[in-house]
């Protein structure tokens, strides 16, 4: 059989390998994508969540903590929760979002930030900002990218 003959049905088939070469490229990568974004919001709420308690605890044990003693608050923000190796700026706001303390971190965007109320005897009294770069989960995206194309490329080819 001569390598330049074409199948009938070859015409009508080859978008259809075309469609799936390309969602075998990018879909990974999006479902990548969505997934770590997701599992990394889901994580900061936990570690936020478990920050604002226990500020909510010193504001209910001394209430003058609150307006006295932001070095106070400043410890409970620089303590670590997680092994992660990503940064995060963590910052404390007033009931009129006026900054009571924050440790500094400088973070490479882009970044993600997720805010948790403060309770002061079950009134909202301010809220925790805490805000992590997601350049890793970019450049492992990359890496997934490349793998991806190979796929679908290898699929196209087949």
Same mark, same amino acid.
């Given at each position: ?15 259809? +390998?075309?469609? $799936?070469? +390309? !969602?075998? &490229? ?12 997701? =599992?990394?919001?889901?994580?900061? *709420?936990?570690?936020? =969540?478990?920050?604002?308690? &226990? ?34 700026? *963590?910052? !404390? ?15 490479? *965007?882009? !970044? +993600? ?6 309770? =002061?005897?079950? $009134? ?7 805000? *992590? ?8 995206? $990359?890496? $997934? ?14």
């Amino acid at each position: 059989m001569n390598s330049n003959s074409k199948f009938s049905w070859e015409s009508t088939v080859r978008p259809l +390998i075309l469609f $799936v070469a +390309i !969602l075998c &490229t990018f879909a990974p990568l999006v479902l990548y994508l969505l997934f770590s974004l997701a =599992e990394q919001k889901i994580n900061m *709420r936990a570690e936020a =969540e478990i920050f604002a308690n &226990t500020i909510t605890d010193e504001i209910n044990k001394n209430p003058e903590y609150w307006q006295y003693e932001d070095m106070r608050f400043s410890a409970i923000l620089r303590h670590r929760l997680h092994d992660g190796n990503f940064l995060e700026h *963590r910052e !404390l706001f007033d009931s009129q979002s006026n900054l009571v303390s924050e440790n500094n971190n400088a973070l490479p *965007r882009p !970044l +993600i930030s997720i805010e948790v109320p403060v309770f =002061e005897a079950g $009134v909202p009294v301010g809220f925790l900002k805490i805000t *992590r770069s997601i350049r890793s989960i970019l450049k492992t995206s $990359v890496l $997934v990218f490349f793998a991806c194309s190979f796929c679908g490329a290898l699929v196209f080819w087949i």
